[in-house]
């Protein structure tokens, strides 16, 4: 159980739900309400009781729970979902208050795995760098990858700009705004993939529908699209899953590096990930994730919650690059990757030779 004020606050201080209007709104309907803040405090330590609980909702919605709230919702009912409106907060209170005990339980066993897949282009961006700087096979590491699915991000299609790039016959096809994308590396260009290996505490199992479900639960009720690449991605993943460890990185992360060749270039990526560490665990976590270049060339790059402007002026999330030569932010994107405004940092790559 987690303490209640804490929770109120980060109810009352989200951000980034802009492309669910439903969710934007519901943040301040918990944030005021205690008996649901009571619910949400039983989240699971380190994980963010937003996501978690709405994720819990959104589950037993689609699941096919017979209630008024799900009107509210455009993933149970389509196009014939109600606007936010007076009766809104009281029908999601109302549907905590039915459900209580599975809630919690869900809240209390469950991790906020959304595994975006648009996200992907982080990787192939950082796969594109390293061709750049180096011609030998890389190894890619994903710390916090849940079901794997951005590990295959070689074998996507994306069209940013107009332009399209990487596997035109993919079902998973990834379309990503990119003002100056002049400045990003030629994303058909990729090195020899050596290793491909993702480690993550709790992966959920492509071929179990429990998990498949609740990966589906964590997509936002307006994000249609994104549901639909989810599905998409878990299907073409399925027939050939990438190497996924199971355990927390600062336990597992040297059992991680000893499946990668000794002196080849690794890409370490994590994105969404750090912010669902416990803070008190976060000093470990980044060892553990630097410790990757211990045998090898790195470059390290993260997408977590660093606010930053982008160059057009609208507020995102820093992409961080870590290699030889320290951190900088080379990017600025959409935490869901609708955006990326690449920096000129994007080019200054600095591998240890
Ligand atoms: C919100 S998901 C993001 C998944 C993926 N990176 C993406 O962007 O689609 C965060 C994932 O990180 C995992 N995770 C959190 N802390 C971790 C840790 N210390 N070690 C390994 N995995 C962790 C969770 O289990 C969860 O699957």
């Known amino acids: 159980m987690r303490d209640v004020r804490t929770v109120a606050g980060a109810f009352r201080t989200a951000r980034g739900f802009d492309s669910s209007p439903l ?45 008024p709230l799900a009107e509210y919702y455009p ?33 209390g066993t469950r991790l906020v795995q959304t595994n975006h897949v648009q996200r992907a282009l982080v990787t192939r961006v950082g796969l594109a760098l390293l061709r750049r700087a180096t011609s030998a096979p890389v190894c890619v590491v994903e710390v916090g990858c849940s079901a794997g699915l951005n590990l295959r991000a070689d074998r996507y299609a994306f069209t940013v700009e107009g332009a399209t790039f990487g596997d035109r016959g993919s079902p998973v096809h990834l379309r990503v705004e990119v003002p100056g994308a002049a400045l990003l590396p030629d994303l058909d260009r990729l090195p020899g993939i050596a290793e491909v290996v993702g480690v993550d505490l709790d992966p959920p199992d492509l071929a179990d529908e429990e998990d498949r479900a609740w990966l589906r639960a964590l997509v936002w009720p307006e994000n249609a699209h994104q549901a639909a690449q989810l599905q998409a991605a878990l299907d073409a993943t399925r027939a050939d899953p990438p190497r996924v460890l199971r355990g927390n990185v600062i336990e597992v992360g040297p059992d991680v590096a000893a499946i ?30 630097a410790a990757f270049g211990a045998d090898g060339p790195m470059l390290h790059l993260a997408l977590e919650d660093d606010r930053r402007i982008a160059p057009s002026g609208r507020p995102g999330v820093g ?25 000129p940092a994007i080019n200054e790559l600095h591998l240890r030779p």
């Open 260 to 289: 990668l060749p000794a002196g080849l270039p690794r890409l370490v990526v994590h994105t969404a990930t750090r912010i669902h560490v416990p803070a008190e665990e976060r000093p470990a976590f980044d060892a553990a994730v």
């Open 23 to 67: 969710y934007s709104r519901l943040l301040a309907v918990v944030a005021d309400d205690e008996a649901l803040l009571e619910l949400a405090a039983q989240t699971r330590h380190g994980q963010q009781p937003t996501f978690a609980l709405f994720g819990a909702v959104h589950y037993l919605l689609l699941r096919g729970e017979s209630d």
């Open 319 to 343: 992409l961080t690059a870590t290699d030889a030569a320290g951190s900088r932010t080379i990017a600025v994107a959409d935490g869901h990757l609708a955006w990326l405004e690449p920096l």
């Open 75 to 107: 993933s149970v009912v389509g196009d014939r979902a109600r606007p936010f409106d007076g009766h809104t907060g009281p029908a999601f209170t109302r549907f905590c208050e039915a459900y209580w005990g599975q809630i919690a339980s869900i809240i």
